[in-house]
T-cell receptor, first 112, second 112 residues
């Protein structure tokens, strides 16, 4: 089955700890994206990558970091510098820029 | 940046009724997508429609790019249509890398 997987589905962390969210795709897509959703809101772009070993900041990159060492993987680290990390995080991929994006099931992160 | 406005913000329908959701955007676009977010948070692709008209079963969509709006039509609504509908656009200038800007969504509730 082709698709996008995110793990874990739920994640709980103490304030001050870094945490890494996983995103894997087997669609052979070049581009991958991370979005954040807060309750009752639309999604906002954190980081995106159009090709392996390259990525760019989105609209709300502060307090986050990413890597793109493999085409199929785009992990997101939520650092202790992120002031309000509790949110729903969604990963997406597409063949390339401007093409249709497909989303994973998301990870709900709670930081206390 | 580009502004995306969806209307109405909330909509309650009786099963079997028809509805129209609207998405206005403030600039030219390379990409426009409609999504349905189910109660578990999964974003389901409905249409990739930067221009023109498409139909898929009881759903259809029209984007009039020159007038900067898109419409999503739902006919003979069912309770399973409940959820939040998002419109998302990529600004129509060079090398946006697929950055989607989301509207705030329309929350649809279909009553049996």
């Amino acid at each position: 089955d082709g698709g996008i997987t995110q793990s874990p589905k739920y994640l709980f962390r103490k304030e001050g700890q870094n945490v890494t969210l996983s995103c894997e795709q087997n669609l052979n897509h070049d581009a991958m994206y991370w979005y954040r959703q807060d309750p009752g809101q639309g999604l906002r772009l954190i980081y995106y990558s159009q090709i392996v070993n390259d990525f760019q900041k989105g609209d709300i990159a502060e307090g986050y970091s990413v890597s793109r060492e493999k085409k199929e993987s785009f992990p997101l680290t939520v650092t202790s510098a992120q002031k309000n990390p509790t949110a729903f995080y969604l990963c997406a991929s597409s063949i390339g820029g401007s093409a249709e994006q497909y989303f994973g099931p998301g990870t709900r992160l709670t930081v206390t | 940046g580009i502004q995306v406005e969806q209307s109405p913000p909330d909509l309650i329908l009786q099963e079997g009724a028809n509805s129209t959701l609207r998405c206005n955007f403030s600039d030219s676009v390379n990409n426009l997508q409609w999504f349905h977010q189910n109660p578990w948070g999964q974003l389901i692709n409905l249409f990739y429609i930067p221009s023109g008209t498409k139909q898929n079963g009881r759903l259809s969509a029209t984007t009039v790019a020159t007038e900067r709006y898109s419409l999503l039509y739902i006919s003979s609504s069912q309770t399973t249509d409940s959820g939040v509908y998002f419109c998302a656009v990529e600004r129509g200038i060079y090398n946006q890398g697929g950055k989607l800007i989301f509207g705030q969504g329309t929350e649809l509730s279909v009553k049996p």
